[in-house]
């Protein structure tokens, strides 16, 4: 897909846990031929921001949900509801001239898409041989939405939030009657490992402060880290980069183009450095091979042989809404 910069080659390798073309799947550049009723590759990586008041709502209502025995997350929208292995399903149907019936799970619940001349008993036919992937789809979906949840960032004095897959304590520490050090914003970390943010605000400013502040902050180290770090590796791995740019895309945490045009999310600095690592070398691999071939993977071994587990890990750990 091309970027903003018209370049004709780019790899976005992040999306979240969808099927098709939905927000959520690792989607490789060439498709294979989907058979009559599709299932939907493992989704690799997660990173998905709920921003409206609607998405709020549906991820409170997933919550509610999970909590109670045989129910499962429900779509916002649902038209059409079916039992699947035991357990209560609302979906969206949605028709279209495609050829088959398919089926995405996101954050939203479960959205199946079948042709117009398909009977409901045909589609019902559909999900009953797809139940288990589905059901287990959606109990990892709702699980995915409730981490998220728990983990809401409060953006004022005490909250907290992951630095570098630490946590680290917001102290807002501003006012004229502060010492001139806490005029600044800046990290303090104790000798114990604890992480302080001191920011230049007084105690009751509004939330939507706090974070503006926090992000300005975090946008600042995440260059300078970013550029550390590829420095480093691209000597090892023989490539040559033009250019890094920051992103806040919500469904992707870097790409590259053919041009050495590196982009990375500036929240991945809410992850352990091992795991920006991780995305760093991707990026750069994909100067040798714009795919995800057996020749890139090997570039990525080269320089980081346990490359699998930390995939594995930033699959496994959502971030917080940054809201």
Request: proline residues 7%; charged residues 20%; positive net charge.
């Amino acid at each position: 897909m091309p970027t903003d910069d018209s370049l004709q080659q780019v790899w976005q390798w992040l999306v979240p846990p969808v099927v098709e073309d939905s927000q959520g799947q690792l989607i490789p550049r060439r498709r294979a031929r989907m058979p009559s009723v599709q299932s939907p590759p493992q989704a690799d990586l997660d990173f998905e921001e709920n921003t409206s008041q609607a998405q709020d709502l549906q991820a409170e209502v997933a919550i509610h949900l999970m909590a109670q025995p045989g129910l499962l997350l429900a779509h916002p929208q649902a038209s059409h509801d079916v039992q699947l292995q035991g357990r209560h399903v609302a979906y969206l149907l949605r028709r279209s001239a495609r050829r088959s019936i398919g089926f995405s799970v996101s954050s939203h619940g479960l959205d199946v898409t079948a042709p117009r001349w398909v009977g409901m008993t045909e589609i019902e036919a559909a999900l009953q041989t797809k139940s288990s992937w589905i059901v287990r789809k959606l109990q990892e979906a709702g699980q995915r939405q409730q981490i998220k949840e728990e983990a809401r960032i409060h953006w004022g004095e005490g909250g907290t939030l992951d630095y570098l897959g630490q946590p680290m304590r917001l102290c807002l520490t501003g006012g004229e009657d502060q010492p001139v050090r806490t005029r600044q914003t800046h990290r303090e970390q104790g000798a114990d490992g604890a992480q302080h943010l001191h920011l230049p605000l007084p105690s009751g400013a509004p939330p939507v402060q706090v974070r503006a502040a926090v992000q300005a902050w975090i946008l600042r180290e995440a260059r300078t880290h970013f550029t550390a770090r590829m420095l480093h590796f691209a000597p090892q791995m023989g490539v040559r980069w033009n250019a890094l740019r920051l992103s806040s895309a919500n469904t992707r945490w870097g790409s590259a183009s053919s041009a050495g045009i590196i982009r990375l999310n500036w929240r991945l600095m809410q992850h352990t450095p091992f795991i920006i690592d991780y995305v760093v070398v991707h990026e750069l691999a994909h100067l040798h091979h714009m795919d995800h071939s057996a020749q890139f993977w090997a570039v990525v071994a080269q320089v980081l042989p346990g490359w699998k587990s930390l995939r594995q890990t930033l699959r496994d750990r959502p971030l917080p809404s940054w809201e």
